[in-house]
């Protein structure tokens, strides 16, 4: 049981490239959510999703895309990269209604 | 604008004694409210929640307390740890009965347990 994972851990990508995050879990959870930390900003909600097949935004969705054709799966994708997306991303997961589960995070700078 | 407010950014508190976070929100929809705990470079992991039918939650040192009318929580840590030292999360959530909306996080507070 590997609980929620997150690939890559680290990524440099330079302005105007685009990239996928992926986001997998095991425990079968309807929920999943993608989340960014900055400093003093906290957690910021971007795209979450209630099940295969349903996602919406969330915070911060602009610059994000995300899809979930799989209950484990919530890639999220950014399309054309800017500085401005240089944070740590969060995956986590949980049943509807419940406390979440967090992957370990990927840290991802835009140059 | 801000959902979920935690306006103290850090907290330093002696061995032994109390920590106190404090967490407002402004969405009367919210009806379920979480506290996570961060260490650097690891992801958020869930410490206690509190439903909006309760007004108190205990589990272990931790106590959370909900007052609806003041849309106010607060989390109490007693006796505070030096392992307590960490990023604190509050969180809320609309669960409703037909649907469950997102979970919107605080700026979190960073608490220093002295030894």
């Known amino acids: 049981n590997a609980g929620v994972t997150q690939t890559p851990k680290f990524q440099v990508l330079k302005t105007g490239q685009s990239m996928t995050l992926q986001c997998a879990q095991d425990?079968?959870?309807?929920?999943m959510s993608w989340y960014r930390q900055d400093p003093g900003m906290g957690l910021r909600l971007i795209h979450y999703?209630?099940?295969?097949?349903?996602?919406d935004q969330g915070e911060v969705p602009n610059g994000y895309n995300v899809s979930r054709s799989t209950t484990e799966d919530f890639p999220l994708r950014l399309l054309s990269a800017a500085p401005s997306q240089t944070s740590v991303y969060f995956c986590?997961?949980?049943?509807?209604?419940?406390?979440?589960?967090f992957g370990p995070g990927t840290r991802l700078t835009v140059t | 604008d801000q959902q979920v407010k935690q306006n103290s950014p850090s907290l330093s508190v002696q061995e032994g004694r109390i920590s106190i976070l404090n967490c407002d929100y402004t969405?009367?929809?919210?009806?379920?409210f979480l506290w996570y705990k961060k260490y650097p470079a690891e992801g958020p992991t869930f410490l206690i929640s509190?439903?909006?039918?309760?007004d108190k939650n205990e589990d272990g040192r931790f106590t959370v307390f909900l007052n609806k009318s003041a849309k106010h929580l607060s989390l109490h840590i007693v006796p505070s740890q030096p392992g307590d030292s960490a990023v604190y999360f509050c969180?809320?959530?609309?669960?409703?009965?037909?649907?469950?909306?997102?979970?919107?996080f605080g700026p979190g507070t960073s608490l220093s347990v002295i030894p």
């Open positions: 986590a997961s949980s049943p509807l209604g419940y406390e979440q589960y």
């Open positions: 425990m079968n959870h309807e929920y």
């Open positions: 999703s209630v099940g295969a097949g349903i996602t």
């Open positions: 509190i439903s909006s039918i309760k």
């Open positions: 969180a809320a959530s609309a669960r409703g009965k037909t649907s469950y909306d997102k979970v919107i």
């Open positions: 969405n009367s929809m919210f009806d379920y």
